[in-house]
Nanobody
Framework: QVQLVESGGGLAQAGGSLTLSCAASGRIFSIPRMAWYRQAPGEERRSIAD???????TYAESVKGRFTISKDNAKNTWYLQMNSLKPEDTAVYYC???????????????WGRGTQVTVSS
């Protein structure tokens, strides 16, 4: 059973920084896609950053230039460095991954349970 566990959320002031981590555990052959989503109250969950194919990083316009996604393949862990935080970044942040558990097993999508990020003005 693959599990994703986020850490690093909390409270920050506007202009400050936070770093989120997501650690994947279980039977893992490869992780073709690692991503971060967020969901603000009353809004849909949206993708904000992802790494696909281990190389290409993409970002939502709302976080481009402020947030950076990175990964440590040896640890099956990826990160979201969040700088220049704004009150509108307040949301529950979820990590997401497409995980292949074996060479001949079809990749499956997994979610973490989420971590709250609150940015005060």
């Amino acid at each position: 059973q693959v599990q994703l566990v986020e850490s690093g959320g909390g409270l920050a002031q506007a202009g400050g920084s936070l770093t989120l981590s997501c650690a994947a555990s279980g039977r893992i052959f490869s992780i073709p896609r690692m991503a971060w989503y967020r969901q603000a109250p009353g809004e849909e969950r949206r993708s904000i950053a992802d790494i696909t194919g281990g190389v290409t990083a993409t970002y939502a316009e709302s976080v481009k230039g402020r947030f950076t996604i990175s990964k440590d393949n040896a640890k099956n862990t990826w990160y979201l460095q969040m700088n220049s935080l704004k009150p509108e970044d307040t949301a529950v942040y979820y990590c997401s991954a497409v995980v292949q558990e074996g060479a001949t097993i079809f990749p499956q999508h997994h979610w973490g349970r989420g971590t709250q990020v609150t940015v005060s003005s």
